[in-house]
């Protein structure tokens, strides 16, 4: 691809309390081909008590010295905005400017590849209206394709143009107002999305949990849009600890991290196919979470994420 006509996308990356994890996102990210072309733009959410205050102050102190970008831009947050809010404005300010962003988090492991990928997808399907998204990350599924499609976006790794992100979509009201004017939505996202989103929508709407994302899902779902993947994922989420404020608990959405990559990936012209969707919604379900955990009772370490999992929902 020849980058000199086409700038390359400004690179968002929100940050918490934790030093470790934020570390080595940075240190993948520098890895990567495209990341000395890139323009860095690090958002810090402020703490919300003495102690996680003084862990973002860690951060921060970190982020200060972080270089091997086109450049660096720190955003540090007085007060604690919430994970939600922190993006929707975080991203709503960049892309506003740049008209595309790829965005990520403090807990998340990109392969040296990663930038190259979106970068060419976000080219590549720019004036394609049905792709809304553009995902780093991926669960396996069986394809004989380098990228795949689906209706569901996710939310390691992704990538978007502004025509597509306003804060408006984020409304807890208005979305509130559609689900009670056509009770069959639930239904159809369930079917279309997954099992878990109904419930996680819901929740969200209740100010029950602080997910950006479904809301974000549901825009694709409301507008018949869709994500495109690379079929070998190009993130690592390494944020499922005791110390996480949205990742506790146990990662079902096990893929390995694609290093090696020696052919250019070949994007393809939009298009869902059955296969492949009931490959990746399986993930969702119920049944696939429930054998996966049965399937960690075979060594000690699962037995111990099993444990730890049980203590945090008692």
Request: positive net charge; proline residues 2%.
């Amino acid at each position: 691809m020849n980058y000199q006509n086409n700038k390359l996308a400004p690179i968002c990356l929100f940050t918490y309390n934790r030093l470790n994890e934020t570390k080595q996102t940075i240190k993948a990210l520098q890895r990567n081909h495209l990341a000395s072309e890139s323009e860095l733009f690090i958002f810090s959410d402020g703490g919300k008590n003495d102690t996680t205050k003084f862990k973002v102050n860690e951060v921060r102190e970190f982020i200060k010295t972080v270089k091997g970008f086109k450049s660096v831009k720190i955003f540090e947050s007085k007060e604690n905005k919430g994970l939600a809010n922190s993006i929707i404005h975080g991203v709503s300010k960049i892309i506003q400017k740049f008209g595309q962003v790829i965005v990520l988090e403090d807990d998340l492991i990109t392969s040296p590849n990663f930038l190259t990928f979106m970068n060419e997808a976000l080219l590549f399907y720019k004036n394609q209206s049905k792709i809304q998204t553009i995902n780093g990350y991926s669960v396996h599924i069986e394809t004989k394709n380098d990228v795949y499609f689906q209706r569901r976006p996710f939310s390691w790794g992704w990538a978007t143009w502004n025509e597509y992100w306003n804060k408006e979509l984020f409304d807890k009201q208005d979305i509130k107002k559609q689900l009670e004017s056509n009770p069959n939505i639930l239904k159809e996202l369930k079917f279309k999305l997954g099992a878990d989103i109904p419930n996680m929508l819901l929740d969200s709407i209740e100010n029950i949990n602080d997910s950006w994302y479904v809301r974000w899902a549901y825009d694709h779902f409301k507008n018949n849009k869709l994500s495109v993947y690379p079929s070998r994922s190009l993130i690592e989420n390494i944020g499922f600890i005791e110390e996480s404020t949205h990742c506790q608990g146990i990662n079902t959405y096990v893929s390995e991290l694609e290093n090696n990559y020696v052919k250019k990936i070949k994007l393809r012209q939009a298009q869902l196919l059955e296969l492949e969707e009931n490959y990746f919604l399986n993930y969702f379900s119920k049944l696939y979470k429930i054998i996966f955990r049965l399937k960690l009772l075979r060594n000690k370490h699962g037995r111990r994420l099993l444990i730890n999992e049980i203590k945090n929902r008692i």
